[in-house]
């Protein structure tokens, strides 16, 4: 096979040229030949089946007519200029309607011949109508030659569209392309798995999910690709996990010490619940082993991950070592600070904060008391892993929120130290399962599955904007007992100034509501200065304010347990797990909590089931399966995931059989295989010595 056709720059493909080739790459990301031909379609069209005028419904998806002209006829002028044409068949009438390329429409249609209108039926004025149909000469004799029975339809954009790239100019450099490489396409997957699964051949598949034949052979072309894309990922991490334990010998924890022990006894200020206990030892024994660790805690909101991680760490540095937290923005990594000197004693061990905004002195003192093992804990954002900072002997790091940190951040953390560190990923709320197994194939899963004891579950409302007074009703008695409240507002990325406006007219209405001397505001929002943002949230924490209004989520990022409502403005305009972890932000008491949704009248399908489902569960677990299905794979696990995740055709909440029978065969092919070698494994063995044009091995974990 000629590799090097695939890695062809895409302007040299017939059709393209300079200027096309710019765009393809600006718009959609093709650069090469390969990255052309596995731009799979997103639909396809039936163009079998004819429909009736007199058939025809709005709620129809896109459909073909075969229609005679019968007028045409430019109406208006200059922006109302259009062109109209009536056409019938023998059961009705329909207009057809052309705002843009006028002329090109008016030269190439004839009065009464017969046509093939393809389009989207609408009805304006009780008639139907179709707007900008594709349409073709109706002709008995010719045979259906590139106008295909099964028609794909690729995702284009309104600058392809400039171009003549639309999903059709698309579909004619497929046809141009799998004509020069499809011969090219060689085969992945081993033979007997292409037997198993009854796939296609890679060729076939390539061939049929571009230009199906039918339905049938379409639904296995397509089942072939994405079982073939799973399984490579699942190859990737599963061969990486197998390298890693090979290769990297861990530190050993030989022996739980006086901190862990002292911190256990005496300053732990709760009973731990059996659920912590089990992921402790979980931790404690991968730690005995001398391999190095790779885990993830999954638990949801307040299910209290990070005393887990301080008591792991504790480990660590009874056995001799340093430790690290690295958390994806300096408010977490400054909360994470605070926390854990809250529950440490001043003098227990030391303990030091480094982000983007730490002083250069300070900078200085951190630098000299990690290189000398002065310093036992440092808490940081991704400062952490830039090249000045040394350790003297890094053993443990836990890194908070994975999904903001791309697979490099954790190899970095690596390079600190001779032998790796252990390293602990904690999730701020649960991940899908099919998620988890694809982003985190390669590490070891621990569940903290149960709440501290005595938390009661939070009770959530979805009031609409006329049920403001109620709202105000409940934030009044919560006063009353001597509870506090946040209010938070939505951040619109694009505009800063909108928010403010937002927040501060909020801020209006509440001063009058809940007026001073008897009540008092905390407000904290993205323009004010680092210092008066802590000055206010400190205020709030002392509880001098009894309600805090702040745009943003992470902002409300302090732990306040005597905070008992949170109330959410425009709460549709945010994502499933973000209203969950705002949540989760109160019930940290013993007292019983509340979560309020406010909301406009109108509300998208999505926007309502979000609201529907915070109502009805406080199951992060739940939340977060259902927030997979809402916004895809692409949302949740962030940009950074350094590509792992850039599913072409495979769609993680659509296809989870597939992805759990790739993982099987993977795990069975390392389980009876570990260094590939059998004749049949040597098609996968290839696979890892062609350069990777994606993620390579030493860069996953």
């Given at each position: ?306 005393v887990v991680a301080l008591m792991t760490m504790l480990l660590a ?254 709460a549709e305009r945010f994502g499933l797990s973000q209203l969950h ?121």
């Amino acid at each position: 096979m000629n590799d090097q056709i695939f890695k062809t720059p895409i302007e040299y493909l017939k059709g393209v040229g300079p200027q096309r080739a710019e765009i393809l790459k600006k718009e959609i990301s093709v650069f090469t030949y390969g990255d052309l031909l596995s731009y799979y379609p997103f639909r396809y069209i039936d163009r079998t089946q004819f429909y009736k005028i007199k058939n025809v419904d709005p709620e129809l998806p896109y459909i073909q007519i075969l229609v005679r002209l019968k007028s045409l006829e430019l109406l208006g002028e200059k922006r109302t200029k259009r062109l109209v044409a009536e056409a019938i068949d023998d059961t009705g009438e329909i207009e057809l309607v052309w705002f843009q390329g006028i002329n090109w429409v008016q030269k190439n249609l004839q009065i009464n011949q017969v046509y093939i209108i393809f389009g989207k039926v609408g009805f304006f004025n009780g008639k139907a109508q179709m707007a900008h149909p594709e349409i073709e000469l109706f002709n008995k004799q010719q045979k259906s030659n590139g106008n295909l029975m099964l028609q794909p339809v690729y995702s284009s954009t309104e600058k392809l569209k400039q171009y003549s790239l639309d999903s059709k100019g698309i579909q004619r450099l497929m046809v141009s392309l799998i004509d020069v490489c499809l011969s090219e396409v060689d085969e992945i997957l081993p033979t007997y798995l292409i037997n198993q699964f009854k796939l296609f051949k890679r060729v076939e598949a390539i061939q049929n999910v571009h230009f199906p034949a039918d339905v049938n052979t379409l639904k296995i072309a397509q089942n072939t690709l994405k079982f073939e894309e799973l399984f490579f990922i699942q190859l990737k991490l599963l061969r990486s996990k197998l390298l890693r334990i090979q290769k990297f010998k861990g530190n050993i924890f030989s022996s739980v010490g006086e901190k862990f022990n002292q911190f256990y006894q005496e300053l732990l200020p709760f009973e731990l619940t059996n659920a912590q206990k089990r992921v402790i030892k979980e931790i404690r024994s991968d730690t005995f082993k001398g391999i190095q660790m790779n885990r993830l805690i999954q638990g949801d909101v307040g299910s209290g991950k990070t005393v887990v991680a301080l008591m792991t760490m504790l480990l660590a540095i009874d056995n001799g070592f340093q430790t690290c937290l690295m958390a994806p923005t300096e408010i977490l990594a400054t909360q994470h600070y605070h926390s854990l000197k809250a529950l440490l004693k001043d003098d227990f061990v030391s303990i030091s904060l480094l982000t983007g905004s730490t002083k250069k002195k300070n900078r200085k003192i951190i630098a000299e008391e990690l290189e000398s093992g002065a310093l036992s804990i440092l808490i940081g954002t991704h400062a952490l892993i830039e090249e000045p900072v040394k350790f003297k002997n890094l053993g443990f790091a836990v890194i908070d929120e994975q999904h903001r940190f791309g697979v490099e951040q954790r190899a970095a953390l690596w390079k600190k130290n001779v032998t790796p560190p252990h390293i602990l990923v904690m999730t701020a709320t649960p991940i899908p399962r099919t998620l988890a197994m694809t982003l985190y194939g390669d590490l070891d899963v621990s569940v903290i599955d149960e709440l501290p004891v005595g938390r009661k579950p939070i009770q959530t409302l979805h009031l609409f904007e006329s049920q403001r007074l109620r709202m105000f009703g409940l934030m009044k008695q919560e006063i009353a007992k001597g509870r506090q409240i946040y209010m938070v507002y939505p951040l619109i990325q694009e505009s800063a100034k909108l928010d403010l406006k937002n927040l501060m007219d909020g801020v209006e209405v509440m001063s009058i509501e809940f007026p001073l001397p008897v009540y008092k505001i905390s407000v904290v929002h993205g323009q004010l200065k680092a210092a008066d943002k802590e000055f206010e949230m400190q205020r709030f924490v002392k509880g001098e304010t009894q309600i805090m209004v702040a745009t943003t989520v992470i902002e409300v990022g302090v732990n306040v347990p005597n905070a008992s409502v949170m109330i959410i403005e425009n709460a549709e305009r945010f994502g499933l797990s973000q209203l969950h972890q705002l949540r989760g932000r109160v019930g940290r008491g013993a007292e019983q909590s509340f979560c309020i949704l406010m909301s406009g009248e109108k509300l998208s399908r999505d926007g309502k089931t979000r609201l529907e489902t915070m109502v009805r569960t406080n199951d992060g677990f739940e939340i977060s399966e259902i927030d997979l299905q809402l916004r895809g794979p692409g949302n949740i696990e962030g940009k950074q995931q350094s590509g792992l995740l850039d599913l072409k055709i495979a769609d993680l909440t659509l296809d989870q059989n597939i992805l759990q029978e790739a993982r099987k065969c993977v795990l069975k092919i390392f389980e009876d295989d570990p260094d590939l070698e059998e004749p049949e494994h040597q098609i996968l063995k290839a696979f890892f010595f062609k350069k990777e044009n994606g993620i390579t091995l030493d860069k996953i974990s």
